[in-house]
């Protein structure tokens, strides 16, 4: 660029620029290709009509000299009118489309300058486009949204406004608009990679200008663009790479070609594993005369007794086939044989959880934009992964999803399984792969660890406020128990209590519970417990996650920000701990707020005067631990009597304040009593972990259970 990063994010930022402009080819948007007619080529070699490149070439030349009077740039139609009366044969209409589909697939965002529109965006900057351009207007807002520049308030292009940049004429034209709404030229700052017209000319009409140059090109793309008149895109794409490409590619092989930050052999190579594991899937032989139950998660990672489980669960079904797809990143097949004892694969690391590449560029095509455009699932799980990881690269989500629909689509139809059991249902890409078996009509189940700690929780109905005891809560609520179940409900229950017994291993913090016990001598504590949002039904929210999950609040920090108005109201001391795999803000103590991250549930629990929580299972540690509880969603507690519960926002600050005032109540002790000893009796699983007392179903129970679904 023509200054350091920070210096020029200092000149944008400046507070008289109330306008941002940005040039789009070579500023906003780029073309890993060694000139912008090579995308001419690719249009030839992928319609077959030869001699179109320099026909397209020859056209422009010509629709240019022909060009009205007065006007100083043409538009694309002009350009292939002229195609048209030279090539009676052809049919431009079709190339012309192949043209527009050709610029949509390999235009992709220039990191350096996305990173600095970004940041104008964040400062509330008016943000405008200026391009001279013969392409149409809504094809580039297409172009523009489609790699994330969404917020642009006005294009100006020349194809349209029959004045350019080049001329400074595209200046004037602008400034007489803003001049209008009060904005003069020197608050108008306008960022592009051409010295003359994104500069000079600016600079000439009164706007700030900043110039950043084009990227460098690396001697090997520019070679292989160059020999193989082709576009260094089709490299990304295994299943459009051009022949040519393909034997230069094989006599250079590089190990990496990276251009704008961007690994132009991630997509390839995606394809090849991808290939590679449905391959190997093919290959199995399954028993035709055994039911397959197909197993999706990474519990091979973190184990917590669910690989030994699984194992004896398979032995006991001596008449079933399992199969294991691990989605644990970095855990090849030898590592994961050692702990599951049946037939299991590595998946690709692209469909691995939580994985992805930062450096990955990325264009889409147009099928792969309508296939998500067409299936409202795939559309939800690209919002989820946008929300969770903010990091991930322009249209990674989008090719994931296309990926993970491919993949399991093409699994399902080889392996036919009779259930699909899913580790976690709200994990975005379990979110797709339930949606497509169910679309299959195959049965799906889920798994996970159960509401009591020692527990796991098989379901086919859905997890959490989507469960059995949730979606109907009165029909649950009348399994009959009898004094025996009362009785081994407070025996499991006292040994929870005493033991402290917790899935996760639980951070002593003596100094913040030092802290709050000084704190709590001058006024109540409420401790409040964040979920993980993006595994909890809630992201993206929309109705299924108000009418199963959470009926008020879109997110745990929507949440704290409501209860801390509360707390300031009634001089109430918020102790909010984050879930520790949403704990990405910086947050900061306030006169009425402290905030945890690291410290015992346990302890946090038994100092607050109560506990609040929309769906997090320290709502059932909160109940074991007989304090008050408030929740504010839907989990398995919903309706069970056991905690107060407020589901319309007129109703928290109610709650919050009657469970201050009366506390755990005797009533709410025998109701949850009788709530534990028909989960035990009924839903929950023992996990079979090393311990002193034993509680839950038994292996036979979940054999049944899943024999049951073969019937379903």
């Not at 965002?109 to 943000?127: E, H």
Request: aromatic share 10%.
């Amino acid at each position: 660029m023509q200054k350091e990063p920070g210096k020029i994010l200092k000149k944008l930022l400046h507070n008289k620029n109330k306008v941002v402009s940005f040039d789009i080819f070579d500023t906003l948007l780029s073309r890993p290709v060694s000139k912008p007619t090579d995308v001419f080529a690719v249009v030839e070699e992928t319609t077959g009509v030869k001699g179109f490149a320099q026909a397209r070439i020859d056209g422009e030349n010509v629709a240019r000299k022909m060009a009205i009077s007065g006007a100083e740039d043409i538009s694309l139609d002009e350009i292939y009118t002229q195609i048209g009366v030279r090539h009676k044969s052809w049919d431009i209409n079709q190339l012309k489309a192949s043209e527009l589909e050709a610029e949509y697939q390999v235009l992709y965002p220039r990191d350096s300058v996305k990173r600095l529109y970004d940041a104008a965006i964040k400062s509330g900057k008016k943000i405008i486009a200026i391009s001279d351009m013969y392409l149409p207007r809504d094809f580039l807002i297409k172009i523009l949204t489609k790699n994330g520049y969404t917020n642009i308030s006005h294009l100006f292009v020349s194809s349209q406004e029959g004045v350019t940049k080049w001329t400074g004429n595209m200046y004037r034209h602008v400034l007489q608009r803003y001049e209008k709404q009060g904005i003069s030229a020197c608050e108008i700052l306008h960022i592009g990679d051409n010295y003359h017209s994104d500069y000079k000319m600016a600079r000439k009409y009164g706007l700030s200008a900043i110039h950043v140059p084009i990227d460098i090109k690396q001697p090997v793309i520019r070679k292989i663009a160059e020999t193989a008149r082709v576009n260094i895109y089709f490299l990304c794409d295994k299943l459009r790479i051009l022949p040519q490409v393909k034997k230069l590619y094989s006599i250079i092989k590089p190990k990496k070609i990276i251009t704008h930050g961007g690994d132009l052999n991630f997509v390839e190579n995606v394809y090849s594993d991808i290939n590679q594991s449905l391959a190997r899937i093919k290959g199995i032989k399954n028993d035709d005369k055994k039911d397959l139950i197909v197993f999706i998660g990474d519990f091979v990672a973190f184990c917590k007794n669910a690989c030994q489980y699984l194992n004896n669960l398979h032995q006991r079904m001596n008449g079933v086939d399992f199969f294991y797809l691990s989605e644990a990143p970095g855990m090849n097949g030898k590592r994961i044989s050692k702990r599951i004892k049946f037939p299991s694969m590595a998946l690709p690391l692209v469909l691995c959880k939580n994985w992805y590449n930062q450096n990955a560029s990325i264009s889409l095509s147009t099928h792969q934009h309508d296939l998500i455009t067409s299936k409202t699932y795939l559309a939800e799980a690209v919002d989820n992964l946008k929300q969770k990881h903010p990091n991930m690269p322009v249209n990674y989500p989008e090719f994931l999803v296309n990926c993970v629909y491919s993949f399991y689509s093409e699994v399902f139809n080889v392996l036919k399984p009779k259930v699909i059991v899913l580790w976690n249902e709200f994990y975005a890409i379990h979110h797709i792969i339930k949606c497509i078996a169910k679309e299959e009509g195959l049965n799906v189940s889920y798994m996970e660890f159960g509401s009591l700690p020692g527990t796991f929780a098989i379901e086919k109905t859905g997890q959490m406020g989507e469960s059995f005891p949730a979606i109907t809560p009165h029909q649950f609520l009348s399994l009959q128990v009898d004094h025996e179940d009362i009785s081994h409900s407070r025996e499991v229950l006292h040994y929870l209590q005493t033991s402290k017994l917790n899935r996760n291993t639980q951070k002593k913090a003596s100094d913040i519970i030092a802290i709050l016990s000084r704190e709590k001598e001058k006024r109540p504590i409420v401790f409040y417990a964040g979920q993980n949002d993006y595994e909890s039904g809630i992201i993206p929210y929309n109705n299924n996650s108000q009418q199963f999950h959470s009926p008020i609040f879109s997110s745990s920090d929507d949440a704290m920000e409501y209860l801390t108005t509360i707390a300031s109201k009634h001089n109430l001391l918020l102790v909010y701990k984050p879930h520790p795999l949403m704990n990405q803000r910086h947050y900061k103590d306030t006169a009425n707020v402290i905030y945890v991250d690291n410290a015992d549930i346990n302890d946090l629990v038994d100092i607050a005067d109560v506990t609040v929580t929309i769906l997090s299972q320290v709502g059932y540690i909160s109940l074991i631990r007989e304090r008050p509880t408030v929740m504010l969603g839907y989990t398995q507690l919903k309706h069970k009597m056991c905690c107060y519960e407020a589901f319309h926002i007129d109703e928290v600050e109610g709650a919050l304040l009657e469970a201050l005032r009366h506390g755990h109540t005797s009533s709410q002790k025998e109701s949850f009593e009788k709530h534990v000893a028909q989960l035990l009796k009924y839903y929950l699983y023992d996990d079979y972990a090393s311990r002193k007392l034993r509680y839950g179903r038994g292996l036979i129970d979940a054999g049944v259970f899943f024999e049951g679904r073969f019937n379903d």
